[in-house]
Every structure is written in C-alpha cells, then in structure tokens.
C-alpha cells in the first residue's frame, strides 16, 4: 500500500495571531510553527497502517523551505520519504493542483489530509485535491478500517457519525477519533536519527492560474468588559440573560 | 445569470442552516440585481423557501440520494449551476455542507472562500470577509474566477423572512456513479446536537469527575441546550469526543455559550468565540475566560449550577 500524507505547517496553537503594519499579511515574529494537529492524528493513523498491514509512507508539503522542520519530523515519527513543492501556498486550490500534480506520475492508494489547517481554515484540500484526482473521497473521518483494497470508515455528521465504505484510490481527511490523543506519535532520538538520512525531494511548482488572493486581515473587536454576577445572585443573572442579551 | 444556494433537509425538513443561506442568497442576489435559485433534495415542501427569498425553488425527488453522498449531490449542483448561470453558489457549513463545497469548486474549476461571515464587501473585485486563525482573525478573501463558491459560516448572518417568487422545477438527471456508498447512520437520538444548538452548555475539567455530569445535563435539558466539554475532558474520557470543542474540536457558533469550570485556554477560546453572549462559572477570579466572556460568576460550580438549574426551571414555567 502506497500512502501520501499531507502535512501543513502551521502556527502553534497559543501563538498570538498579530499582522503587518498595513494589515496586509499575517506577522511570523516570535511565531512557533508545528504540524498541523489535524496532520497528526492522520499521520499517526498512517503509521498504524503502516506496521499492520505494511505501507509506505510519503509526506508531502506545498510550502517555502521554512516549512522543512514539519517534514523532517514527520519523518522522524516514521515516515519513509518527503517532498516539498517548493512554493509558497496561494491558497487550497492551488496546493491541490500541486499534490494532484505529484499524485498522477507516483499514484498512491490513500492520500490523507487533514479536516482542515488551522491557519487558514480553509477545509478545502482534501476535496479539491480528490476531485482533481477523480479519487475517492471521506472528509471528517473519525474511524478507519482497511481490508485489501476497500475502506471502511466513519464520517462526523451533525448531531452522530455515519459509516462509509469506498475502494481505493481514496482521499481521507481526518481528526481526532481516527487516531485517539493517546495514540498519537513523538519522535525518538533513534527516529530523529535516522530522519536526516531520509530523502527529502524538493520540486518546483507547475503554473497555475490563481482562484482567490488575499486582500488582507482585520482582528475581532475587543470584548467589552465582562459584567460580574454575586455567585448568591442568581436571579441577576437570569434577568440578564433574559432582559439585556435576550438568549433565553 | 442567478445565484444558487442548496438548502438541506433533514427528514424532508429544512435546517435553520438551508433557510440561512436562502436569506444570504437572496441579499446577495438582490445586490447583484439578479434572481436567487435554490435546489432541494427530497424535501416535504420546497414551497417554504419561498418565504426566504427563492425565486426559483428546483426539487430534486429521489430515494438514491436519500442518505448524502457527496460527491453526487455535487455534481447536480454543478449542473444546476451551468442550467441557470449560476455565477455564485452558497453552501452552509454544516458537516454536510462543509464536504460538497470543495468538490464543486474541484468540478468547475472555481475560487472558494469558506466561513464567510457577511454579504461581500465588495462586488467589483468580489471580496468576502472570513473567519481565519481559528476565529483569532479575519481574512478579506478575492474570489477571481468567474464562478464564486461561498461557505457561509454558521450562526453569522441570521434566518430573514423576504418574499421571493417562489417559482418551482422539477429536476432529474442520471446519477453518477461514485464509489463511495453510506452503509449505517449512527445519529444520537434525542440529544440536540452542538451544530443546531442555540445553547451550549459545555464543563471542563473544574468539574472534577463524569459522575458530576448530571450538573450539566441538567442545565442543559432546562435550557434545551447541547452538552459540551473541553479537550482533557475528551481526552480523559469523561465525556465522548463528539463533545470536544476548541480549537481542534468542534466549532460553536450558538446564541449561549455557557462554561463551568473551564480555564478558557486559548485553544478552547478560538473554536467557541463565536458564540454570541458567553457566560462563565469559574472558582478562580483570573481565569482567562472571563476576559473573554459577557457573564461571569465566581463561584463553585457545585453550589452555582444546582441553583442556576431551580431558577431557570422556575423561570421557564413562569414564561411559558
Ligand atoms: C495543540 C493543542 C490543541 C488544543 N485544542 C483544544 C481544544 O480544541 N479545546 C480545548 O478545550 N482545549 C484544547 N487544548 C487544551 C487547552 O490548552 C487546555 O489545556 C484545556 O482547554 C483546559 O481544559 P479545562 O479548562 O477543562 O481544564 P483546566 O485548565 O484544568 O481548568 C479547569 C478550570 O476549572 C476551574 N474550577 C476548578 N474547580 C471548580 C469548581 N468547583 N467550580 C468551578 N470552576 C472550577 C479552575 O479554576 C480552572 O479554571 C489544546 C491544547 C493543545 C496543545
Ligand atoms: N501547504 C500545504 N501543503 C501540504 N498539505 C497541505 C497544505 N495546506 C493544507 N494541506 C493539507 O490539507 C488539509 C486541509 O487544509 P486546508 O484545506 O488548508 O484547511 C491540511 O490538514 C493538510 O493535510
């Protein structure tokens, strides 16, 4: 089985999201960057099919040499190969074409995505990239089970889950559930080791025409402050509640 | 041309989610001084959206796409969209809308912005306003290509009653055959689910154990509220994943939001700041939610919420 996971590179979770003087793009100083958390609970599930049923895994990610740290740790935690498409990301369509591009000369079994990066929140990847593809497709995938070449999964729906079932080739995008918090991998120092020695390819971009840009940012409006309630006035709250912010 | 929205059924009912985006499509429609055309699959009365805004409602009636399969409904929309010159088409975003929208923008080819939070700011380039950075931020996003695709973030621009002309079409095309197929539906059964709650009720890890849950539960019932948790909450399995919200769980975007016994963390802020009013019961008078929050008690959770749980019941037979 030949798996491809894409890895985003994004900024930590705690990061304080500031932008440039003019608004016009996000401010990287001070930023930490990690593997998208969504990318690790795909990339531990990878692994886990990996050592059950034998696999191969390649990481790949669109993206400035900035983002190589990702890839390498990803490698660390036991991936076989990478690539970089050496470009900084326009938007998810764009990052589809350039995967999509890499996915028709290597053709893989079962792509996995993330639900979403949580940098740009796009949630459009994994979608666009299967259609391009004319791949399968599961998004918001909880559960996985995979025999020979069929999968069987389970997607999140509004208010439960539903189960699914799709041969490959098949794109997964996943989140916690398909790989439980507890389950998810830390490279070793014996992993780290033997990541440097892993091939990281670096390949240049195919011209695309660009779908949107940005046009900048703008930050939420400052909470007015919070109004206290005595925790012996009970009755204060509900009016408030009812007579002020009219929720109930 | 025309703008197209899908309103989703469930149960051949239409979702607070679908008469969302008819509302934004018909007010988008009416700036773009053309007509809003909605499709519909398996739905009791199509007549509805009417009432919302569709001047032209097209039906599609058939029992193969009676569970979603994505990639098909997909495709109607594609071919709906070149049938009326479709040039922006709007989906929700619930779980369902969040997995078409992707594909349609892979089958025409066309830009798309997801959790759009407001009418474009401008048409002429066509730039609309996104939540981005977990909600930490927005992003103005152009959309370029000649077909728009919009995601309209849920809870962001309210349910509007317009008269549109309501014209209705039958639909039928030849379904694809798309190799993905729905085995079972796991739905909770009488639990409000956190996508369609006004109110969220959600504990964190102040509540010490899930023997204590019942406190929530029953704040919740009173309120005809969703049950929510914090990430170690889920992690520690007190309560089911389903529940987590944050950053890295689900997304809120209810009327209320109330946290007992939550810190508000950073990465629980981001995924349910977009409620509207949040209220917080917390022991600790620094906790960092009440910087964020509209309403807050300091107080023991043990001794507040039994409280809250009376009164509020006392004050829902005394409104009712
Ligand atoms: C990559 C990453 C992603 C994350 N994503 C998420 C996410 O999506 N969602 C999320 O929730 N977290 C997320 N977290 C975790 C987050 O950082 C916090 O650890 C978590 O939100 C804390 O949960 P808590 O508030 O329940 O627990 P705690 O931080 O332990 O807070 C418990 C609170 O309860 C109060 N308390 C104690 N006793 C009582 C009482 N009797 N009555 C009332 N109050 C009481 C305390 O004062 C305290 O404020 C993420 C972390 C990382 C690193
Ligand atoms: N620049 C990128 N390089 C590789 N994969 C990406 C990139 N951006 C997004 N992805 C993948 O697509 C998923 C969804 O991202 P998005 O559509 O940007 O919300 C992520 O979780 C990644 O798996």
Not at chain 2, 27 to 55: H, R, V
Not at chain 2, 78 to 90: C, G, P, T
Request: charge should be negative.
């Amino acid at each position: 089985m030949k798996i491809l996971v894409c890895i985003s590179h994004v900024p930590d979770t705690t990061s304080k999201i500031n932008f440039t003087a003019d608004n016009a793009a996000f401010d990287t100083n001070g930023v930490q960057y990690i593997i998208n958390p969504y990318d690790e609970f795909v990339l531990a599930k990878a692994m886990h099919l990996k050592e059950g049923l034998g696999a191969s895994i390649t990481v790949i990610n669109v993206g400035t040499a900035e983002t190589e740290p990702s890839l390498r740790k990803a490698m660390a935690i036991g991936a076989d190969d990478a690539i970089r498409i050496n470009a900084a990301p326009k938007d998810g369509f764009f990052v589809a074409q350039q995967i999509a591009e890499i996915a028709r000369t290597n053709t893989y079994d079962l792509i996995f995505a993330g639900r979403e990066s949580i940098d740009y929140n796009g949630g459009m990847v994994p979608g666009v990239l299967a259609t391009l593809l004319d791949y399968n497709f599961i998004n918001a995938c909880v559960g996985l089970e995979i025999e020979n070449t069929t999968a069987t999964a389970q997607r999140e729906i509004d208010g439960g889950s539903e189960t699914l079932q799709a041969n490959f080739p098949l794109v997964i995008a996943g989140q916690k559930g398909l790989t439980e918090e507890k389950d998810l991998r830390i490279p070793n120092m014996r992993g780290i080791m033997m990541a440097r020695k892993k091939t990281l390819a670096i390949l240049e971009p195919i011209e695309t025409g660009d779908k949107t840009g940005s046009k900048g940012f703008e930050k939420p409006q400052e909470n007015a402050a919070c109004k206290m309630v005595a925790a012996d006035n009970i009755d204060g709250l509900i009016d408030l509640l009812h007579n002020e912010a009219k929720v109930i | 041309m025309s703008v197209l929205v899908f309103a989703e059924v469930s149960e051949g009912k239409f979702k607070k989610n679908a008469l969302e985006v008819v509302s934004y499509g018909k007010k988008l429609a009416e700036q773009l001084g053309t007509q809003l055309t909605a499709f519909t699959i398996n739905a009791e009365t199509p007549s509805e959206l009417a009432s919302y805004g569709a001047d032209k409602i097209v039906t599609i009636t058939n029992n193969a796409l009676s569970s979603f399969d994505a990639k098909a409904i997909a495709t109607v929309a594609s071919q709906i969209a070149q049938k009326e010159n479709s040039k922006v088409i709007i989906v929700d975003s619930s779980a369902n809308g969040a997995y078409l929208a992707p594909i349609i923008a892979g089958q025409l080819a066309a830009g798309f912005a997801s959790n759009v939070v407001e009418l474009p700011i401008s048409m002429e380039p066509f730039v609309v306003k996104r939540k981005a950075f977990s909600n930490k931020a927005f992003q103005h996003t152009e959309i370029n290509t000649d077909i728009k695709i919009i995601g309209l973030a849920k809870n962001a621009f309210g349910v509007f009653e317009t008269a549109g002309k309501g014209q209705e079409e039958a639909f039928s095309t030849e379904l694809i055959n798309t190799g993905v197929t729905t085995v079972s539906i796991q739905q909770a059964t009488g639990k409000i689910s956190i996508a369609d709650a006004e109110i969220v009720v959600s504990g964190g890890r102040g509540l010490k154990g899930p023997e204590h849950w019942g406190l929530i539960e029953d704040l919740a019932a009173v309120l005809n509220a969703a049950t929510a948790c914090s990430k170690p909450v889920s992690d520690l399995g007190w309560r089911p994943h389903s529940e987590h919200v944050g950053q890295t769980g689900k997304p809120v975007a209810s009327n209320l939001y109330i946290a007992i016994g939550v810190s508000g963390a950073i990465q629980h802020v981001a995924g349910i700041n977009a409620s509207k009013v949040k209220v917080v019961i917390n022991t600790d008078p620094e906790a960092p939610f009440f910087k964020v929050a509209d309403y807050g008690i300091v107080g023991d959770a043990f001794e507040v919420v039994p409280e809250l749980i009376q009164k509020l019941q006392k004050f829902k037979t005394q409104n009712s």
